[in-house]
């Protein structure tokens, strides 16, 4: 693979070798984990759609254990920004591999993390300089309502509908995107968790915030996985503004939009919204399990200092090699690699517009609406051609592909798109 190849599909799919790992999948693996429909399909007559089992990635390319190529769409949930496999990212992973793979958290720091620290505290250039840094999105979400409760006092959280902050159980019950993930759970989720339609206006927001139990605005400047929505102009700032007329604090979850995925550092900044706390994950790492909740030094001082004995860590805290590869990621990240991001982008939309598509979203962080309730269909077709690509929602799919995107590749993902309709 070249990272700009063209799907290459050689057998049906799934593959022999794909078929037969999901098989020893389904004895050994949860069966809440991964969707397996090929003894169900047998039953039932309906078509096999048993996932592909990836071997191999590199740039915007998925190589599968039966050697079929596809074009991914996803960036694997949105972390390969940069690429597959990207070049400067492994280097440098590979050369802490070589020194130091792990460290001791809160105990004994090592000197990468410590260089990570203060990279990112420059990167977004806003004053968001004292991170607590996890291994996924969630351990950023809990840390930010951890550092709400304790910098107010409260533990009321406003969330908006359709917003996916993670599933671990401290974050569960902020979610409104599926009710069935929250359900099973809801005695033992958040007690105190308000929810209003993302993008709507923001009166009933006053109201509750002018209650005084609200302590920690919570809410993605672009919602991610529940239909990649751009809110109004305004209104992520006229948000912030009540909340701290109110006394709480505001959290962006960049968990998706961050680090250059919409075309800039971050999307709250631009849309004139400056949080008190930000969540990063997904890109930060390139790859490798890596998030951070930044805040401001004001309020992350409402966190006392450590006496010998951390009050929020956890064994992989600082992962070095994490750490190494995130340093990586942000030197990437300059002004050169936001341009692309933004003409890689542009290009991706004027091609499905000119297809005939509606595209919303922004960078390479898109919608393509391809018909009522016809979005899961036209993902497995797609799949079919080559293509890897998620729902968005019932009627758009989520394409958020790498940077190293051809324009050859999105050519044919049109292709693909049109013979699906």
Known sequence: MTGQDLPAIGTPLPGPRSRALVDTLA??????????????????????????VWDEALGANVRD??????????????????????PEVVAAASAQAQRLVHAMGDAWPDATRVALLERLAAFGGDGLSVALLGLSGSDAVDAAV?????????????????????????????????????????????????????GAPLDPARALLETGRIGLVLVEPVLGRGGIRVPP????????????????????????????????PFAGPAAGAVPDLR??????GGGFPLSACCGTPEVMAAWAPSTGQAIHTQTFLGHPIG???????????????????????GALRDALVGAGFAVRGAGLMRAVTVGRGRALSVSRQLVQRGFLVLPADGDSLSLTPPLPLSDAQIGALAEALVSCS
């Not at 004895?27 to 996932?51: K, M, N, S, V, W």
């Not at 948000?239 to 800039?264: F, N, P």
């Not at 969540?279 to 930060?284: E, I, P």
């Not at 590869?325 to 003409?343: G, K, N």
């Open 27 to 52: 004895q050994h693996e949860c069966p809440a984990i991964t969707a397996r429909r090929a003894r169900r399909a047998a039953t039932l007559g309906a078509a096999d759609d048993d996932p592909v």
């Open 65 to 86: 254990v039966d050697g079929n190529v596809f074009v991914d769409l996803t960036s694997g949930f949105g972390v390969a920004l940069l690429g597959h496999r990207d």
């Open 146 to 198: 951890k550092t709400a409760v304790l910098a107010t006092g409260r533990t009321g959280v406003l969330a908006f509908g359709g917003a996916y902050h993670g599933l671990s159980l401290g974050v569960l019950g902020l979610q409104g995107y599926e009710p069935a993930f929250t359900e099973p759970f809801r005695p033992i989720t958040h007690p105190d968790v308000q929810r209003l339609p993302y």
């Open 233 to 264: 102009d305004g209104w992520l700032a006229e948000l912030g503004a009540l909340a701290r007329r109110a006394g709480a604090l505001v959290c962006h979850d960049e968990i998706q939009t961050g680090l250059g995925r919409t075309g800039v």
């Open 279 to 284: 969540c990063v994950g997904k890109a930060l």
């Open 323 to 345: 750490c190494a590869a995130a340093l990586a990621v942000l030197r990437r990240t300059d002004a050169d690699t936001l341009a692309a991001v933004r003409a890689r982008g």
